[in-house]
């Protein structure tokens, strides 16, 4: 049995449950959210454990902000009755969590493509379905930050 990581939280699809970093929130379960419960567990049976790391949860909460308008928010709050906005992120954390953990993803941004301005044009050629035209330059503007830092 695998440990999760108490801050990237754990759903309850059962019950419907949230559970964080001791706080547990209920919300009204909505297919999105057990749909990503669900392939979070199979990222993990398929060994990608690494996914669950602290800074990489957290980029990846960050960049479901980012991508999100205050209006989708809203909606989805709503539709799961809770405020709680980890669990309002959660379809969308564990898209980038996906992601962040893809081979050729860390290859396009890493060192693969030593000059800046390569890695930055691979980054921008990146399709991110659902993303708003405003959450795209503040996604993109962050996911550069984040390939300048396996570059230090």
Known sequence: MRVRDPL????CTKHAYWLRDGEVAHFQPTPEVIDAELRLRS?????????LGTARYRL????????LTEEQL?????????????ICLYP????????????HFLRAISLDYAVKSNRYR??????????SAQ????????????????HW
Do not use: C, H, M, W
């Open 43 to 51: 990222l993990l049976a398929d060994g990608r454990e690494n996914i």
């Open 60 to 67: 990846a909460e960050e960049l479901a902000l980012v991508s």
């Open 8 to 11: 990237s939280g754990y759903v």
């Open 135 to 150: 959450g795209r330059p503040r996604l993109f503007s962050r996911l550069k930050t984040f390939s300048d830092n396996l």
């Open 74 to 86: 809203a909606t989805r709050a709503e539709q799961l009755k809770t405020s709680l906005l980890p």
């Open 92 to 103: 969308e954390t564990v898209s980038f969590v996906d992601l962040l953990s893809q081979e």
């Open 122 to 131: 691979a980054i921008e050629s990146l399709e991110f379905p659902g993303v």
